[in-house]
């Protein structure tokens, strides 16, 4: 079977609803590979003449700002117990040390941690709950979720799409090793984009280390 005679049985409702539940359960707080999905499902509308990329961004943009708003609520009732409680629960993402550098961030940039957090998986996670636990002003956080969520959802469809739309002229001679060439195109650009966010967040650590000491001196 031909790629395109593939993807034209993939319901486009489907992809929408995932996409959407993926992203919203992550900005909640949930662990949930939420950019991989919203990258693939792009990567998908510009093959499949059924998935509207205006509304995909649109389902992905509702997802993210819905998530983070409950991840909010969530975290403003739950305060710290509820971090603790996740600690014990997902140790990899919500141990001690990725709480601390994404306190330190909201403490730092405030409405700007939410803003681009979108753009980094850590407080991606982090951004709704973290926001609810420090009591962060709700309309400051509204703001940065809103344009945050655009500015990640719309973008990332707008460019992995448009990516694929001129790619896919050359690729569909290939059948399923062009589908399989442009995920990999999209996947390791979330990879090199995930290793440019530790990078930053090991400088982090590393900064705090060495102030620690000069500070008991």
């Known amino acids: 079977m031909h790629v395109q005679e ?7 409702a489907a992809v929408y609803a995932l996409v959407g539940l993926v992203i919203g359960l992550e900005s909640l707080g949930i662990p949930l590979p ?7 499902a792009a990567l998908l509308s510009s093959q499949h003449g059924g998935i509207n990329p205006v509304v995909l961004g649109a389902c992905a943009t509702a997802g993210a700002v819905i998530g983070d708003s409950i991840g909010y609520a969530i ?10 409680w996740l ?12 709480i ?11 409405m700007w941690a939410v803003f681009f957090g979108r753009f980094v998986a850590l407080l991606r996670i982090f951004a709704g709950p973290l926001a609810g636990v420090l009591h962060m002003p709700y309309w400051k956080f ?6 945050g969520g655009i500015a990640w959802a719309g973008g990332t469809t707008a460019v992995i799409y448009y990516v694929g739309v001129v790619a ?45 000491p000069a500070a008991a001196e």
């Open 142 to 147: 509204l703001v940065a979720n809103v344009l």
């Open 168 to 212: 896919e002229s050359w690729l569909k001679k290939f059948s399923y090793l062009g589908l399989v060439a442009a995920v990999l195109i999209g996947l390791t650009s979330m990879l090199i984009i995930k290793r440019k966010a530790k990078k930053m967040q090991s400088a982090s650590q590393e900064a705090e280390a060495q102030t620690v």
């Open 34 to 40: 939420g950019e991989i999905v919203l990258v693939s």
């Open 75 to 84: 975290g403003r009732k739950g305060g710290r117990p509820l971090l603790a």
């Open 87 to 98: 600690g014990g629960k997902f140790p990899r993402h919500f141990g001690e040390g990725h």
């Open 6 to 12: 593939w993807l034209d049985t993939v319901p486009a």
């Open 100 to 110: 601390a550098t994404a306190e330190r961030s909201f403490e730092k940039w405030g």
